[in-house]
């Protein structure tokens, strides 16, 4: 056996070594350079046997007649760029004259079948140019974020989409969210992402915990205010509707709609203000919202009704007002009363991990797409922390955050513990941190034991 061939044999352990323990890094070495030769060497038997060619043009045959030469073949669409990146390659195609960006959507099974990736998306990037973002490996298996993301004020990084890109949370975009979950579906670690994604950023975190603040109240020195109960949720709730009548009456002092105003510098909401009168956005987040709208006396139901109308109330108007609302629950339906399907329709984002019931995925993708639904419900039990991801536009992602332990956020928020802005509309109800507590030291020192 030549050197040449053990070098070769050793290198192939290597590759079957490293693609079975360490896919991402046999992605790196070996897989972009493979997977790139197998799409450009079988793209247009591929693409043929995919449906997706046209016929030659008239005047291409007719020149072909009149040559006497052989009939021209089908046109595939035409490669304008092929990417790889550290998860897959990303793949854009100009479609010919007749075809249409659904008919690549149909086919991206058999186009995952027949380039042997893991997984292809598409979308239509502009007219007649598609995307195909095509991954090499399970990324959802073990998420690993990459180190630089596009993180932008108000916007935060919190998962990994199965095409490789990062899943962010833009509250700017997107105001208000919906994240729904069963117990053990990785509901509460997606919250920690986004807590410690918030962390570093100014802006002011309220939490609502009914569940005796076991969720939220490890990360308190970085909330600006805290809620354990729903009788001082609802305090709080009102508090926050304050909040935004003073933010509102702040725009309206600054609006500047003089002639001599240019119309981009007119002020709507709080971020067309100048920086140094601008308020600190808010961000609620509410651990168990089934909490808030169950009762079982009549003092309890307008209580409720209390809480329920100023949730309403803040996901109406508080966009404007530098307000988000992050509602979580196990379960989130018609039967918490009035009120709550209003909530919804104001809730742009849905997110939901496994459930126990179809019915809870209706509630969340039901009106946005059918395909969401039959998603969330197909969840195993044991991909803890895998979530379908969309919005109102009908678009849907599946997603997993990164596993983040209470201990890593709490330490976080420990870090940034000196960005919590002190609002004195939410100062009663800022929670009472207490500095941890000394090791202890022995008075009197043991004398060793001699023999």
Same mark, same amino acid.
């Given at each position: ?19 079975? !323990?360490? %896919?991402?890094?046999?992605? /790196?070495?070996?897989?972009? =350079?493979?997977?790139? &030769? @197998? $799409?450009?060497? #079988? ?31 089908? !046109?595939? %669409?035409?490669?304008?760029? /092929?990417?790889?990146?550290? =998860?897959?390659?990303? &793949? @854009? $195609?100009?479609? #010919? ?355």
């Amino acid at each position: 056996m030549t050197a040449f061939t053990v070098a070769l044999v050793l290198v192939a352990a290597a590759a079957g070594l490293l693609r079975w !323990r360490r %896919p991402a890094w046999y992605w /790196l070495t070996f897989g972009v =350079t493979l997977a790139a &030769l @197998r $799409v450009l060497i #079988r793209y247009a038997s591929v693409m043929d046997a995919c449906g997706l060619t046209v016929p030659p043009s008239r005047w291409r045959l007719a020149l072909a007649r009149i040559t006497d030469r052989p009939a021209p073949e089908s !046109r595939v %669409p035409r490669i304008l760029r /092929l990417r790889p990146t550290r =998860t897959g390659l990303v &793949l @854009r $195609v100009k479609l #010919r004259p007749g075809q249409d960006a659904f008919d690549v959507a149909a086919a991206s099974d058999r186009l995952r079948h027949s380039f042997s990736m893991y997984g292809v998306t598409s979308r239509e990037v502009r007219s007649g140019v598609v995307e195909l973002r095509m991954t090499g490996y399970d990324v959802l298996k073990r998420v690993q974020m990459p180190a630089k993301t596009d993180a932008r004020p108000m916007r935060v990084p919190v998962a990994l989409r199965e095409d490789g890109s990062v899943h962010y949370r833009d509250y700017r975009a997107v105001p208000h969210a919906l994240t729904l979950g069963a117990t053990e579906s990785g509901k509460s670690v997606y919250q920690r992402n986004l807590v410690a994604g918030l962390a570093p950023l100014d802006v002011a975190l309220v939490g609502i915990d009914c569940k005796q603040g076991v969720e939220l109240f490890p990360l308190a020195r970085r909330f600006s205010a805290l809620a354990d109960n729903p009788d001082t949720a609802a305090e709080l709730l009102d508090a926050l509707v304050d909040h935004m009548q003073g933010v509102y009456q702040l725009i309206r002092a600054e609006q500047r709609i003089s002639v001599a105003v240019p119309d981009a510098d007119i002020a709507a909401d709080i971020w067309d203000l100048p920086e140094e009168l601008r308020p600190v956005p808010v961000v609620v987040l509410v651990d168990e919202v089934a909490e808030l709208a169950l009762f079982a006396n009549k003092e309890e139901e307008k209580r409720r009704d209390r809480i329920i109308t100023a949730l309403v109330r803040l996901a109406q108007l508080g966009r404007a007002a530098g307000i988000y609302l992050e509602v979580c629950g196990q379960r989130f339906g018609s039967e918490l009363g009035k009120g709550i399907t209003m909530l919804r329709a104001q809730l742009t984002g849905r997110t939901a991990h496994r459930v126990n019931d179809e019915t809870s995925a209706n509630m969340a993708f039901g009106d946005i797409s059918p395909d969401a639904v039959l998603a969330a419900i197909q969840i195993p039990a044991e991909l803890r922390g895998v979530a379908i991801a969309g919005d109102s536009t009908g678009g849907w992602h599946r997603i997993r955050a990164p596993h983040t332990s209470l201990r890593q956020a709490v330490n976080v928020c420990n870090k940034h513990a000196s960005r919590t802005p002190a609002l004195p509309v939410l100062e009663p109800f800022r929670p009472a941190v207490t500095a941890p507590p000394a090791p202890r030291v022995p008075l009197s020192k043991t004398a060793p034991v001699t023999a």
